[in-house]
């Protein structure tokens, strides 16, 4: 499995704290461009993932991936499920019907996953937007010739990504990227206007690196 450049896929993780018209503007991004919307939000209840789901229009709802709560996910027809490494041994008990991922931090752990999901999170490539002073001690030569290799899993590359990093992966044949801290900002309740802004921008950087260039 090798990604070519105009099958790069796009995933916006949520910003993991609600906030006023957030699903209006998750619904608006979703209704214009083509991505994956990841649904993360790690303190929230059952019921407030529910409520959230229910102000996104269902036609919107294939194109989102839920994190670990599966009895969520069984009342809604969403895109997939996503697993921390925590609750990884759940996604392994879901049909195989159901597209399913998981977040990694080394090759070695890619390898061990087999064939159990379809794609994982490869994190953090460069030092983390979201996350200030986190960043790994991945060998970028070592994920080239990885990524090069025949693979069970689609490889996404997560952690620090942003319309100027972009370019830096060029020559990385990941299958897709994963953007967070650089789209919501710090503060998204008070910077919702450049929210779409900063998207849109990845967005046409991914679409002109990516697509234009083998068009």
């Given at each position: 499995?090798?990604?070519?450049?105009?099958?790069?896929?796009?995933?916006?993780?949520?910003?993991?704290?609600?906030?006023?018209?957030?699903?209006?503007?998750?619904?608006?991004?979703?209704?214009?461009?083509?991505?994956?919307?990841?649904?993360?939000?790690?303190?929230?209840?059952?019921?407030?993932?529910?409520?959230?789901?229910?102000?996104?229009?269902?036609?919107?709802?294939?194109?989102?991936?839920l994190?670990?709560?599966?009895?969520?996910?069984?009342?809604?027809?969403?895109?997939?499920?996503?697993?921390?490494?925590?609750?990884?041994?759940?996604?392994?008990?879901?049909?195989?019907?159901?597209?399913?991922?998981t977040?990694?931090?080394?090759?070695?752990?890619?390898?061990?996953?087999?064939?159990?999901?379809?794609?994982?999170?490869?994190?953090?490539?460069?030092?983390?937007?979201?996350?200030?002073?986190?960043?790994?001690?991945?060998?970028?030569?070592?994920i080239?010739?990885?990524?090069?290799?025949?693979?069970?899993?689609?490889?996404?590359?997560?952690?620090?990504?942003?319309?100027?990093?972009?370019?830096?992966?060029?020559t990385?044949?990941?299958?897709?990227?994963?953007?967070?801290?650089?789209?919501?900002?710090?503060?998204?309740?008070?910077?919702?206007?450049?929210?779409?802004?900063?998207?849109?921008?990845?967005?046409?950087?991914?679409?002109?690196?990516?697509?234009?260039?083998?068009?």
């Amino acid at each position: 499995m090798n990604c070519t450049a105009n099958t790069m896929e796009l995933i916006l993780i949520s910003h993991p704290d609600f906030f006023k018209g957030e699903t209006v503007i998750v619904s608006s991004l979703l209704d214009r461009y083509n991505f994956t919307f990841h649904l993360r939000k790690p303190e929230a209840s059952e019921q407030e993932l529910i409520d959230y789901l229910d102000e996104i229009p269902e036609a919107l709802h294939s194109k989102i991936v839920l994190h670990n709560e599966i009895e969520v996910f069984s009342n809604f027809k969403l895109k997939g499920m996503h697993f921390s490494g925590a609750k990884r041994e759940h996604g392994k008990q879901l049909a195989t019907s159901i597209r399913k991922g998981t977040s990694c931090h080394s090759i070695r752990e890619i390898k061990s996953l087999g064939k159990a999901f379809d794609y994982v999170y490869l994190s953090p490539i460069f030092e983390s937007i979201s996350k200030p002073g986190y960043q790994g001690n991945l060998n970028m030569e070592e994920i080239k010739m990885f990524l090069k290799e025949s693979r069970q899993s689609k490889v996404y590359a997560l952690g620090g990504i942003n319309a100027s990093s972009i370019a830096q992966l060029e020559t990385f044949p990941f299958d897709g990227l994963v953007v967070l801290g650089a789209v919501w900002t710090r503060d998204p309740f008070k910077n919702q206007d450049l929210i779409s802004s900063n998207f849109r921008e990845i967005h046409s950087t991914i679409h002109n690196l990516y697509e234009e260039s083998n068009s």
